[in-house]
């Protein structure tokens, strides 16, 4: 059996039964099973999950009961298949079919010949397949080409035009560059560009950060002295200009209330030049052990970790903060080039009661601005309501807050992850106080 599809096998079947994060599962599968081609799996795998609903609707047309009715790992087995075959030049059509024969005399006993039937089916007919007709349904159409749940393909239509929504959701199935944020603490951009071309990888720098560097090709990005002496981290660019935006300066005292992973935090420790204090905290306290290991890695050494329920207000912190970043749980759907798991995320009522939960968070984070202070708000989402919708029903409550920018980044238009940032400002004076 084929190391590569195998692989690849386990890590779809991870997070379609597990529910595992596909960067997660893949890096895992991929360390664990040593395949001759990690490139290879990595293009199979997220080729099928960035593709997943149109592979099911396509198995839907060549399979009498469906694909839902079918074992999952039959499913994910023909996944696989039709997509080598539709849109896999390099492999050869005997090939897609023998190895999907192989991978099901493992993981679907006795199911090899339907397998074999399958493909064979879809190519002999998928020239007869058509997408649901535009005119009839534009949602459904949208939904099953680019692979998105409807009420993704439905809050983008209220927001923008349709050619405008199908450039979005093309960008989302587009693969991200890696970025990478050089660490000025230890080095600096033109130099770590260097070092980087030495090293085999090409590169270019960023659009919207001066740290930023892009990686055009290059592999082993965690595995390298470079990266182990502390000189860059991995990071996009959207969520550098978070730290941008927030502007802190050495001295300041600047706290990020929902750290956890902690690339932010950690861009804005070095943007102060490792002088000052970032107080960064999380609910999770093994999320902060990860950011204490990433801090020394590199060479910062005025982040201080916290365990704290962000909904709530500290009240020792109370007015002690220069700037204050909070970057809000949301829904993600900004972040779908790196995880196409999320398009397929059904509508909950959790994820509609994130709004109410995000407001939550800013107000009580907004005690702790000192008078003429910073408050940053962001997301990784594209979604108003959890954007525009609760910066401005925070503004509306607090006066004393003023907004000084606000920018939606997207991945179609700005080449990045689509993330939120509104920048407030904090009055020096409160109104009708004096004070």
């Known amino acids: 059996m084929d190391a590569n599809r195998k692989t690849a096998y386990f890590a779809l079947a991870d997070v379609e039964s597990k529910k595992s994060y596909s960067n997660l599962a893949l890096n895992h599968h991929i360390i664990c099973g040593k395949p001759g081609s990690p490139a290879f799996v990595r293009e199979l795998v997220y080729g099928v999950l960035e593709n997943k609903m149109l592979l099911d609707y396509l198995i839907d047309r060549i399979v009498p009961t469906g694909s839902a009715k079918i074992k999952t790992s039959d499913r994910i087995v023909l996944r696989m298949g039709i997509y080598q075959l539709e849109y896999m030049n390099s492999v050869p059509e005997y090939a897609a079919v023998n190895e999907s024969v192989e991978l099901a005399k493992r993981f679907c006993r006795g199911r090899q010949g339907f397998i074999n039937a399958s493909l064979r089916a879809f190519i002999k007919g998928k020239y007869a397949i058509g997408l649901p007709d535009r005119g009839d349904d534009e949602v459904r159409h949208l939904s099953v080409r680019y692979s998105y749940e409807p009420w993704i393909v439905e809050l983008w239509l209220g927001q923008y035009n349709a050619d405008f929504v199908e450039e979005l959701l093309k960008a989302g199935n587009a693969a991200p560059d890696l970025v990478v944020r050089a ?67 050495p001295g300041d005292t600047v706290m990020d209330v929902c750290a956890a992973p902690g690339g932010k935090t950690m861009a804005i420790a070095e943007r102060m030049g490792n002088t000052g204090r970032v107080v960064a905290s999380d609910v999770y306290i093994r999320k902060l052990n990860l950011i204490e290991k990433e801090a020394k890695r590199l060479g910062i050494s005025i982040v201080e970790t916290r365990t704290w329920d962000a909904t709530k207000v500290d009240s020792e912190m109370t007015e002690k903060a220069d700037k204050v970043l909070v970057d809000a749980p949301c829904t993600g759907l900004g972040t779908v080039r790196r995880k196409p798991e999320i398009k397929y995320k059904k509508r909950t009522a959790d994820m509609d009661s994130l709004p109410a939960k995000q407001l939550l968070i800013l107000t009580a984070s907004s005690k702790y601005v000192k008078p003429g202070g910073t408050l940053i708000y962001s997301t990784c989402t594209i979604n108003p309501n959890e954007n525009q919708k609760v910066t401005g029903e925070f503004l509306k409550r607090n006066p004393s807050f003023k907004k000084e920018e606000a920018i939606q980044l997207m991945p179609n238009v700005n080449g990045t992850d689509g993330f939120f940032i509104c920048k407030m400002q904090r009055a020096e004076v409160l109104a009708g106080t004096g004070l």
């Open 183 to 249: 660490n000025s603490l230890k080095t600096t951009r033109d130099e770590l560009v260097q070092r980087l071309a030495a090293s085999g990888c090409v590169v270019e720098i960023g659009n919207l950060c001066d740290e930023a560097i892009h990686i055009k090709k290059g592999t082993a990005l965690i595995d390298n002295n470079l990266y182990r002496g502390g000189m860059y981290s991995i990071q996009d660019e959207a969520s550098m200009f978070v730290a941008a935006m927030l502007d802190p300066r």
